[in-house]
């Protein structure tokens, strides 16, 4: 941010053909992927959240309309992340092994990131 990298990847996505659905889909991503390897929702949206506001303007966004879908996403990466402290806790409380739970929950975990990306394409741009 302090040597202006940030400020022209985001002049550069602004200029491509539908700039707002590949800025959500990016940081929806970046904050599912940051929570999976960290384990924690406020690491990855205290890493990468400030950004928003800076790129939000550039692209015709309300920093709301990335964010939004982006804390969505932190949500739910939790539920594959082995060393989140709610995937340890609930697979000791149901007695089954850590990568058994994170393989059962990937495929539903992976749509609903589908389904939160669309759906806030939808309400927030469409709409």
Same mark, same amino acid.
């Given at each position: 941010?302090?040597?202006?990298?940030?400020?022209?990847?985001?002049?550069?996505?602004?200029?491509?053909?539908?700039?707002?659905?590949?800025?959500?889909?990016?940081?929806?991503?970046?904050?599912?992927?940051?929570?999976?390897?960290?384990?924690?929702?406020?690491?990855?949206?205290?890493? @990468?959240? *400030?950004?928003?506001?800076? %790129?939000?303007? $550039? !692209?015709?966004?309300?920093?709301?309309?990335?964010? #939004?879908?982006?804390?969505?996403?932190?949500?739910?990466?939790?539920?594959?992340?082995?060393?989140?402290?709610?995937?340890?806790?609930?697979?000791?409380?149901?007695?089954?092994?850590?990568?058994?739970?994170?393989?059962?929950? @990937?495929? *539903?975990?992976?749509?609903? %990131?589908?389904? $939160? !990306?669309?759906?806030?394409?939808?309400?927030?741009? #469409?709409?």
């Amino acid at each position: 941010i302090q040597l202006g990298g940030f400020n022209l990847l985001g002049d550069a996505i602004a200029t491509l053909e539908g700039a707002q659905l590949l800025t959500i889909i990016m940081f929806s991503i970046l904050a599912y992927l940051a929570v999976v390897i960290l384990g924690s929702g406020n690491a990855g949206w205290f890493a @990468f959240g *400030p950004l928003v506001k800076d %790129l939000a303007p $550039n !692209i015709g966004l309300e920093a709301y309309q990335i964010s #939004v879908p982006m804390q969505m996403a932190a949500s739910m990466g939790r539920g594959i992340s082995p060393v989140a402290a709610a995937t340890i806790s609930i697979a000791g409380l149901a007695d089954v092994e850590v990568d058994d739970m994170i393989k059962r929950n @990937f495929v *539903p975990s992976i749509a609903g %990131l589908i389904a $939160n !990306i669309v759906a806030s394409f939808i309400i927030h741009i #469409v709409l």
